[in-house]
């Protein structure tokens, strides 16, 4: 599990390809829940302001969890600095070495900075839900973040047999994305499709 996790960090994370289609794809996303076209950069510009400020959009997404169930918190490996500098206390230089204990404490800040920018996107769509559920639609705060939860993923709610696929080192790695992405597209596809144009 930690090493599809790992192999994860390096090909979502730092990939600055994967930064930018996550950014892109939240968007489409947005669009494809019910966002009007004209109103998504808005949402997202709304959003990161949220955030920023702790505003009250922002306090609802952490109020129901919707920062803890994001692909990042979920599926990629961290690297605990801590832990990290404790064993290589308790280690001689030599083991520490064949360990790489020394190459991970130097990425550490590389790998930490790639984690932030990529949840703080995943952060940014469900805000964004958030805010256009209550302010457009006028739903309650409860009733947003059950909406961001279904259009941008709850990455934490999956079956076993996801869960499994998702972290087996012969599996899917990306089998959450497949898992909640389609009964979306279908239901789109079904009931409006003019989004999908």
Do not use: C
Not at 95 to 109: E, I, N, S, V, Y
């Amino acid at each position: 599990t930690k090493a599809v996790q790992w192999w994860k960090v390096g090909k979502v994370t730092l990939n600055p390809g994967s930064q930018i289609r996550n950014g892109i794809s939240n968007m489409v996303m947005l669009q494809l829940s019910g966002v009007p076209m004209h109103m998504v950069l808005p949402r997202i510009v709304q959003a990161i302001k949220s955030i920023q400020s702790g505003g009250k959009h922002w306090q609802v997404a952490k109020k129901y969890g919707v920062t803890e169930a994001t692909f990042s918190a979920q599926e990629l490996a961290e690297i605990k600095k801590d832990a990290i500098k404790m064993q290589m206390e308790s280690m001689g230089q030599i083991r520490m070495k064949r360990f790489g204990l020394a190459a991970m404490l130097m990425a550490h800040p590389i790998v930490e900075k790639a984690g932030k920018a990529y949840q703080f996107m995943e952060q940014v769509g469900k805000t964004a839900k958030i805010i256009d559920v209550m302010e457009r639609e006028g739903k309650a705060d409860w009733e947003a973040a059950l909406e961001a939860q279904k259009w941008m993923f709850d990455y934490s709610l999956v079956p076993n047999a996801i869960r499994y696929a998702r972290n087996a080192p012969i599996g899917s790695p990306f089998a959450t994305w497949l898992w909640k992405s389609s009964p979306r597209l279908l239901e789109i596809a079904a009931l409006h499709p003019q989004r999908l144009i």
